[in-house]
């Protein structure tokens, strides 16, 4: 998946007493695209660029990297490369880099004024959070949780596809969380809006920080439970089929977590950790 990067490191730990210095990284976004070396991905340092009001970001490893809010300009030796380009560049930690830094770009897009008293937010101090001045308001970063869900049926595996995005390969049954809602209810929810099936014997597997659209995505394994055959039911989904595991297409991302978890069920005779 995108976020394994060892033994390269991300830390996430917010810091209020660096400062930014010649040779720590930079992140500069234009839309969902990054500002990168052309050629090749690679951060311009702070020193290429004379931006102000830099945010601290994250380090990676142990180099700060810090993120500017202005769409710098590209030059001869920077350009902007889209997310779902960079993504699946190398080195893989910087395409990590380059996504977490995305989704915290938005979210300081997003909140540059307080929605109750309109007043300009500033960085908190204390942690990593947009504070108001005038009413205390804190907005701390957007994480959206949301399932991804294997369905299985002995040796078969349900793949789906979405009936109206870009995203054209086999996927799996995907939802958010909504207020109030566990993880668990969400799968048995979302399988049954989307396929029309009930679900059983569910099993945790992995989570992953789904940064280019700010989820957090958590995957399960489940079995079907009693009706087998599927219903597209809310329009989502224009396939929902089942593949016997030697048949499942070998049509997934190498970076995702529904890729991971459909390569691991095609491979191995259980889901058991
Ligand atoms: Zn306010």
Not at 36 to 50: E, N
Not at 175 to 182: I, K, L, P, T, Y
Not at 232 to 250: C, H, M, Y
Request: glycine share 6%.
């Amino acid at each position: 998946m995108i976020q394994d990067i060892a033994p390269h490191r991300l830390r996430n730990a917010f810091s209020a007493d660096r400062a930014p210095s010649a040779e720590h990284w930079l992140l500069s976004y234009r839309g969902n695209a990054v500002l990168s070396a052309a050629g090749g991905l690679r951060l311009p340092k702070v020193a290429d660029y004379s931006a102000q009001a830099l945010h601290y970001a994250f380090s990676l490893d142990g180099v700060p990297v810090w993120l500017t809010n202005d769409a710098l300009p590209e030059t001869e030796g920077w350009r902007y490369i889209e997310s779902k380009i960079y993504r699946a560049m190398t080195p893989q930690e910087i395409a990590f880099a380059c996504t977490v830094g995305e989704s915290l770009h938005r979210w300081h897009c997003a909140n540059r004024y307080c929605g109750a008293c309109r007043t300009e937010l500033r960085d908190s101090k204390r942690e990593r959070a947009l504070v108001c001045p005038t009413c205390g308001a804190v907005r701390y970063p957007r994480i959206n949780p949301a399932v991804i869900v294997a369905v299985t049926d002995g040796d078969r595996l349900l793949l789906t596809k979405y009936a109206d995005r870009p995203f054209s390969r086999f996927a799996l049954v995907a939802g958010f969380c909504e207020a109030g809602e566990s993880a668990e209810d969400t799968v048995r929810r979302e399988v049954w809006e989307e396929v029309g099936l009930r679900v059983k014997n569910l099993l945790y597997y992995k989570s992953q920080p789904w940064a280019v659209a700010d989820d957090l995505l958590l995957g399960f394994y489940c079995e079907v439970d009693g009706e087998t055959t599927p219903t597209l039911r809310d329009g989502e989904l224009k396939l929902a089929q089942w593949f016997a595991r030697e048949s499942i297409p070998n049509d997934y991302s190498e970076i995702s977590l529904t890729g991971e978890m459909i390569d691991r069920f095609r491979r191995e005779k259980t889901v058991d950790k």
